[in-house]
């Protein structure tokens, strides 16, 4: 490893990450609030003011509201949208997805984690796409191991997306995670076998498989937050923070809350 890369990437200790899995925790259960009001009807802006006062309930602080300017504690993106969606005061529709991309600052280090739902009544090529990008957020997490590379979690992301014949987004990458919301190093969903920086022990990361149904191609609408497919078609978002840990990948934050208030 050169200098650079050990002065560019923040490897945490075993109390750093204890920390962060709090950080993590929070989100995950601010995610699992989210799901309980997920259903036709509701408004973005309603659940974004029900997480703020979650998150602060919680003695952390929302990670996204303020940062770069973003006016909001939840990035809220529906249907086409990739990430990045503004909350609004358009109600969920029946059919429609929704990615909900929550972050906390607790003790100084981010949380930050992301999960699309589904709304009403889903259409089974929709639903689909939702279950390959979850699979491929698991592929690429048992990547992360200390016997690999950073582009071999978005090798094995790539592969199983575009086995099914799904978009890999390339303009938009999981990051490193600590103090800062994105640290090195860059995660992106594709890449070549054995190729970016040797993964080690104390690596803590944001995995996030951004698959579109069509094309990978996405563009910034006026608002210049929202990114979305450039055909137009549904877009799936899951995220996880993951450390390394005795050359192991350990998974910081959860879904079981959510599954917990959706009943699965």
Not at 52 to 67: T, V
Not at 70 to 91: A, F, M
Not at 193 to 204: A, D, E, H, P, S
Request: glycine content about 10%; hydrophobic content about 35%.
């Amino acid at each position: 490893m050169s200098f650079l890369e050990k002065i560019m990437i923040k490897y945490k200790t075993p109390q750093e990450i204890e920390i962060m899995r709090e950080a993590a925790q929070i989100v995950s259960r601010t995610l699992g609030l989210v799901a309980k009001h997920m259903k036709p009807g509701v408004t973005p802006k309603f659940l974004d003011k029900l997480a703020e006062d979650y998150i602060r309930s919680q003695n952390a602080i929302p990670g996204f509201l303020g940062l770069y300017g973003c006016p909001s504690t939840l990035l809220i993106s529906v249907n086409e949208q990739v990430v990045h969606g503004l909350p609004t005061d358009r109600p969920f529709q029946d059919g429609d997805i929704v990615s909900v991309d929550c972050g906390s600052v607790y003790k100084g280090y981010y949380g930050d984690h992301a999960y699309t739902f589904e709304v009403g009544d889903v259409k089974p090529e929709v639903k689909k796409l939702l279950e390959v990008t979850k699979e491929c957020l698991y592929l690429g997490i048992a990547q992360a191991t200390i016997a690999n590379r950073i582009e071999d979690i978005g090798w094995a992301i790539q592969q199983h997306a575009e086995k099914h014949g799904y978009g890999v987004v390339r303009d938009l990458v999981g990051h490193g995670l600590g103090k800062e919301l994105h640290e090195e190093p860059q995660v992106p969903n594709y890449g070549r076998r054995g190729r970016g920086k040797k993964i080690q022990n104390g690596l803590t990361i944001a995995i996030e498989p951004m698959i579109n149904m069509g094309t990978e191609k996405v563009k910034t609408l006026d608002d210049q937050w929202t990114i979305v497919t450039a055909d137009g078609m549904p877009s799936a978002h899951f995220e996880h923070d993951i450390a390394v840990v005795d050359g192991e990948p350990v998974i910081l934050s959860t879904f079981d809350f959510i599954y917990e208030s959706l009943g699965k």
